[in-house]
């Protein structure tokens, strides 16, 4: 077999396979495992995407690092604290115009995310590549 007709079928399987892969990525449903917002949590989630929160704030380290990582802030604050900050802004972030429904909305995001785990987890590293491993106990 010429070289030519060697790398072409490489390249022709490579390429299958890498359709075939994408395919299954991208039809596949997402399995989320245990967790299960509300309908009142999934309308502050929405809100949430809305106002583009995450560009400024995280959810369990991912997101913007303008502001602080979210994802346990209803186990720091009180409800009230978070109703009067959405509104008034801290520091940088702007002041929004949530009404009470609104609000609570966002307030119930953040309980039910605060119930589905921590961040950062207290066995983990963050390692200068940017990759998180699990401390090891010696």
């Known amino acids: 077999m010429k070289p030519f007709k ?7 399987l490579l390429l299958s396979t890498f359709s075939v892969y994408n395919f299954m990525i991208y039809t596949s449903k997402p399995d989320y ?7 009142k949590a999934i309308c502050g989630e929405n ?9 400024c704030h995280q959810l369990y380290g991912l ?19 978070l109703k009067a900050m959405l509104n008034s802004g801290v520091k940088a972030m702007p002041k929004f115009n949530f009404n009470p429904t609104e609000k609570e909305a966002l307030v119930q995001f953040f309980k039910e995310v605060n119930q589905t785990g921590f ?7 963050l390692e200068t590549d940017g ?8």
């Not at 060697?6 to 022709?12: N, T």
């Not at 961040?119 to 590293?125: L, Q, T």
């Open 6 to 12: 060697k790398y072409l079928l490489l390249f022709l």
């Open 33 to 39: 495992g245990n967790i299960h917002l509300s309908e």
């Open 47 to 55: 809100l949430w995407l809305k106002n583009n929160c995450n560009s």
């Open 63 to 81: 997101g913007g690092y303008l502001g602080p990582d979210l994802t346990n802030v209803y186990a720091h604050r009180n409800e009230d604290y």
């Open 119 to 125: 961040y950062p987890n207290i066995e983990s590293e």
């Open 131 to 138: 990759w998180v491993s699990i401390k090891r106990k010696e």
